[in-house]
Antibody, heavy 118, light 107 residues
Framework: QVQLQQWGAGLLKPSETLSLTCAVSGGSFSGYYWNWIRQPPGKGLEWIGEINHSGSTNYNPSLKSRVTISVVTSKNQFSLQLSSVTAADTGMFYC????????????WGQGTLVTVSS | DIQMTQSPSSLSASVGDRVTITCRASQGISYYLAWFQQKPGKAPTSLIYAASSLQSGVSSKFSGSGSGTDFTLTISSLQPEDFATYYCQQYYSYPLTFGQGTRLEIK
């Protein structure tokens, strides 16, 4: 049973850096892209970016200047850093697995609520 | 970016009904279309990929169709647990993009 367990700081001040980590268990770490997706309160889903096991990344151009996604293959973990946060970055952040060959997202983490407030 | 537009944005239906949600892409995406279900306060779950293939463990009451720019998600025999928000998502090109969601409510 594939599980994605995520954690990170839930309350940030403007200009700080958001940092979240997602640990993968119950399945292979290679053969997939590991994704971050966010959801502002009451709104829809926005793709942030992804990384594969070898460290190759793809980012949403709308966030690219502020996003870093990294991987620690030995721990089956990947992380998100989003710099210079503002209140507009408040919302739920999800990690997710995307099949490298077929392309679809199949498993999601439980989500982490991040609030940016002074 | 490819824009994904869902209709309707909200939908009221009764237990036992059959409903259809539409998703339109701003350009052709072949069959690279997925559907997700999200219940309040929960993470999304994956229902369908490749426009019409059911994810493992998902009830056959969910079905998808379409290719190119126009896609549909049909849910048959609605049960109370099916009332949720549904999202389509294209994975044909970067950045991956989602529809705005369709909220399915009990009438």
């Amino acid at each position: 049973q594939v599980q994605l367990q995520q954690w990170g700081a839930g309350l940030l001040k403007p200009s700080e850096t958001l940092s979240l980590t997602c640990a993968v268990s119950g399945g292979s770490f290679s053969g997939y892209y590991w994704n971050w997706i966010r959801q502002p309160p009451g709104k829809g889903l926005e793709w942030i970016g992804e990384i594969n096991h070898s460290g190759s990344t793809n980012y949403n151009p709308s966030l690219k200047s502020r996003v870093t996604i990294s991987v620690v293959t030995s721990k089956n973990q990947f992380s998100l850093q989003l710099s210079s946060v503002t209140a507009a970055d408040t919302g739920m952040f999800y990690c997710a697995r995307r099949n490298l060959l077929r392309g679809e997202i199949d498993y999601w983490g439980q989500g982490t609520l991040v609030t940016v407030s002074s | 970016d490819i824009q994904m537009t869902q209709s309707p944005s909200s939908l009221s239906a009764s237990v036992g009904d059959r409903v259809t949600i539409t998703c339109r892409a701003s350009q052709g995406i072949s069959y690279y279309l997925a559907w997700f279900q999200q219940k309040p306060g929960k993470a999304p779950t994956s229902l369908i990929y490749a426009a019409s293939s059911l994810q493992s463990g998902v009830s056959s009451k969910f079905s998808g169709s379409g290719s190119g720019t126009d896609f549909t998600l049909t849910i048959s025999s609605l049960q109370p647990e099916d009332f949720a928000t549904y999202y389509c998502q294209q994975y044909y090109s970067y950045p991956l993009t989602f529809g705005q969601g369709t909220r399915l409510e009990i009438k």
